[in-house]
């Protein structure tokens, strides 16, 4: 069965950095395309950032563009997204998702979710 | 980048009603199209991809139509545990753009 379940999420001071982990387990993490998509209080869903398969490709919302960064431990079956120069605008609950395919895809298998909060 | 527009962003309709959500692409998208279902409280939920494609486990009574710009969810024939927001989005490239979010309710 299909897991993911993140953490690393909490309260931070505009301007400092965050990294939020997803651990997947339950399929090959290697073959698919993984994704973090977020939603802030009472809005619509965001999407952030993906990386294929092996690593190889990654791209990001023009929202994160330059301040987030998606990465992947195929031997560890984990996602990552070290997030800095956080913004008030950045506070959501934080998705990792799992692709239908190895690349660019919709979303069949998300994790519960995990809080960030920026505010001083 | 493409900007995808839903309509209407809220409906309230009755128990048994058929249910039709319009996502409407800024530029042609081809079938790269996907629908979620997003219960109060709960993780999105994926309906429908490649615009018409049942993904599986999703009830019959939902099913998707549509290429390049337009394209609809309907759902025949509407039950109570479909209370939800409902969202489009386009995978035809590297940036995944959601929809605004349709919330149906229950007349």
């Known amino acids: 069965q299909v897991h993911l379940v993140e953490s690393g999420g909490g309260v931070v001071q505009p301007g400092n950095s965050l990294r939020l982990s997803c651990a997947a387990s339950g399929f090959t993490f290697s073959d698919y395309g993984m994704y973090w998509v977020r939603q802030a209080p009472g809005k619509g869903l965001e999407w952030v950032a993906l990386?294929?398969?092996?690593?190889?490709?990654?791209h990001y919302a023009d929202s994160v563009k330059g301040r987030f960064t998606i990465s992947r431990d195929n031997s560890k079956n984990t996602l990552y997204l070290q997030m800095n120069s956080l913004r008030a605008e950045d506070t959501a609950v934080y998705y990792c998702?799992?692709?239908?395919?190895?690349?660019?895809?919709?979303?069949?298998?998300w994790g519960q979710g995990t809080l960030v909060t920026v505010s001083s | 980048d493409i900007q995808m527009t839903q309509s209407p962003s809220s409906l309230s309709a009755s128990v048994g009603d058929r249910v039709t959500i319009t996502c409407r692409a800024s530029?042609?998208?081809?079938?790269?199209l996907a629908w979620y279902q997003q219960k109060p409280g709960k993780v999105p939920n994926l309906l429908i991809y490649a615009a018409s494609t049942l993904q599986s486990g999703v009830p019959s009574r939902f099913s998707g139509s549509g290429s390049g710009t337009d394209f609809t969810l309907t759902i025949s024939s509407l039950q109570p545990e479909d209370v939800a927001t409902y969202y489009c989005?386009?995978?035809?490239?590297?940036?995944?753009?959601f929809g605004g979010g349709t919330k149906v309710e229950i007349k």
């Open positions: 998702a799992r692709g239908i395919t190895y690349t660019y895809g919709p979303f069949d298998y």
């Open positions: 530029q042609d998208i081809s079938s790269f």
């Open positions: 990386t294929w398969y092996d690593g190889s490709n990654e």
């Open positions: 989005q386009k995978y035809n490239s590297a940036s995944l753009t």
